[in-house]
């Protein structure tokens, strides 16, 4: 097409080295913040990318407080589903 577009921000998503960054970039809010403050109510946490797999055993309150420090870092917003027995990871 005719239509150019300049990212100024960030890293270009495609890119090989885009992954490498998202994954190091948010890394930094879990490990300094997340794990710390939350660590023992998540006794399953693991992420690939932008899917996030837990387990939460906390209060509800907690999980809120969770919620909003999980997207207090950098420009992008997590998604959330409500608290369930139920799994959804990587939308399969």
């Known amino acids: 097409g005719d239509l150019h577009f300049l990212q100024l921000p960030g890293t270009t998503m495609g ?5 490498m960054w998202a994954t190091i970039y948010y890394a930094i809010h879990e490990i300094g913040c997340l794990i710390p403050s939350y660590g023992s109510h998540l006794p399953l946490f ?3 990318i932008d899917d ?3 387990v939460w ?5 907690q999980w809120h407080n969770f919620k909003q420090d999980a997207n207090n870092f950098g420009i992008l917003r997590w998604e959330f589903d409500d608290l369930s027995k139920e799994i959804n990871f990587l939308d399969l």
Do not use: L
């Open 52 to 54: 996030i797999i837990r």
């Open 15 to 19: 890119t090989s080295e885009a992954c």
């Open 57 to 61: 055993t906390g209060p509800e309150q």
């Open 46 to 48: 693991y992420r690939f």
